[in-house]
C-alpha cells in the first residue's frame, strides 16, 4: 500500500451489529477490512424498548484503536446507522434518557392521534409515507405518552447525529438522516416549517442539515487523549445505512433497482428529485434522502429480521444452535407447494412469537413450511414493490441489486429472481460500509465522483447472478400472495 494511500474509518452501526471498517484508497482502487465487530440489539425494560447507546459509542472507541493500532493514521471517520430512532438533550446538553426503539408502540399511538386528512397533507408535504417507525409519529407518541420526558428536551438528535455529537461535541444533522424523521420538504431537503406547526412540535429542538462532504467536527481531545490517538475529523456522510448502502450500488447506467436487503428490505431506486403524487402515496413509497441531494424513492418492506427471529426462537425451543444453512436446508425440503402470508402484515411488527404469528397468518404448522413460506412470501413482497416502481416511474428495469447481508442469501435471491422475472445482481455484501468509505473519498479526492466511485466498486466485488428459472411456478405462487395480502392490514 502506497505511504500517500487515504485511509478512512467507517462505523456500521446497524439493529443486530456494530462493525468498524477501514478503507483505503490509493487513487484508483478501494480495499476494505473489517477491523471490529460486536452485537447489538435492544434492551427491553418493564415493556419498554431501549438502545444502549453508551455501549454502542464504548464499542465504537473500541473500533477505532483497533483501526489506529493496525494502519497507523486515520485521515477521517463517518458513521452510519438505522434511521427514524433519536436522543433528546435537555438544557445541559446531556442526554435524557436511553433512545427509545422504533419498536415501541409510540410511533403507532402517534400516528393513530392523526386524522386521513393531515396524513395526506404530511405526505405531499415532505413525500415521506405515514409509517407509525418514523421520528415525526414517535415524537408526538412520547410527548403525549412520557410527557415529563418530552417537556425537559431542549435538542433532538438522530442516533447518528448523537453518536457524532458524542465523538465531537458538535450538533447537527445530514440530509438522509433527517430525511427519516418525515419532517424534511424533500424538495428542498430543508425543514417544513408547516409540518411542525400541523403536529405542534418545536423546531428549535432540531439543527442544521450539513451538506456530504463537509467536517462535521472534530474528535473532542478528551477522548483523543483517553483512547492514545490522535484527533479526526468526522465527515459529514449518507448516515443512514439505507443511503450509504445505495452509493455502493455496481450499476453502470444511471437508472437502476436496488434491494437493500438487511433486517429490514429497502426496495427501490436512485432519483434526481423527488416524486410526490397519488401512485407514490397508494403504493406506500417514500422519497428519502440520498447521496449528493439525489432521492432514494423507496419502500420499507420486511427483511430477514423475520427469518432471524424464527432462526432465534428455534433455538430457544429445541435447545440447539441452527445455522443459517440449516434453515435453508429446512425451507427446501419443504418445497414450494406452501401457502403464503404478507411479511408487513402488522400482526408481525413486534409479536410476542414470531411463529405463532406466522403460523396464523399462513396456516402452516410444521417449521420447515413455515420457514419455506417465509422465504417466497419475501421474494413476493419485492415483486410487488419492484411491479409498483415501475409503474411510478414508468421505466423497465431488467436488473436489480440486492445488496448488504442479504445479498449472500443465494437461495433468496434464486426465489427473487424466478417471482419477479428480473435478472439479480447480487453484492457488495459490506455495502452500508463501503458506502460510507466511498463518501468520505469523494471528501479526500474531489476528482472523482459517484458514478466513478460506482465503477471502482462494480470492477472489484465481482457480483453473483442469478437468472429467472422457467419451470419455476412463479405466476401461482405470487397469485396466492396477493390473495392473502389482500385481507391483511399491512404496513406497506
Known sequence: MKKDCIQCVGFDCGNSSIRTVVGRYDGSTIEMELVHKEPNGAVTVNGVHYWDILNIFTIMQTGLCKAVEKYGHIDS???????IDFGLLGSSGHLLNNPFC??????????ESVDEGTRQRLFELTGIQNHPMNSLYQLVGIRDLVPEYYSCAKDLLLVPDLLTYMFTGEKGTESTIASTSQLLDMRTQDYSQEVFDLMGLDRTMFHPVIPHGQVRGMMLPSIAEKLHIPSVPFISVPSHDTASAVVSVPATTDQFVFISSGTWSLIGTELPGPIIDSKVFEHSFANEGGALGSITLLKNSAGMHIIKNVKDEMSIALGKSFSWDDLLDLAEHAGFSVSLYDPNSTKLFN????????????GESEISRVLASSYISLACSYREAIDSLEEITGSVFEQVHIIGGGSRNGYLNQLAANISGKVIVAGPEEATSLGVIAMQILHHDPSQSL??????????????????????????????????????????
Open 77 to 83: 471517520v463517518g458513521i452510519t446507522t438505522w434511521g
Open 102 to 111: 422504533y419498536r415501541n408502540e409510540f410511533g403507532l399511538k402517534g400516528l
Open 351 to 362: 409479536p410476542d412469537k414470531i411463529i405463532d404469528a406466522i403460523q396464523a397468518l399462513s
Open 451 to 492: 458514478a466513478s466511485i460506482r465503477r471502482m466498486i462494480s470492477e472489484s466485488c465481482n457480483p453473483k447472478m442469478y437468472f429467472p428459472e422457467k419451470e419455476f411456478p412463479s405466476e401461482a405462487l405470487y397469485a396466492q400472495y396477493l390473495t392473502k395480502k389482500d385481507g391483511e392490514d399491512s404496513l406497506s
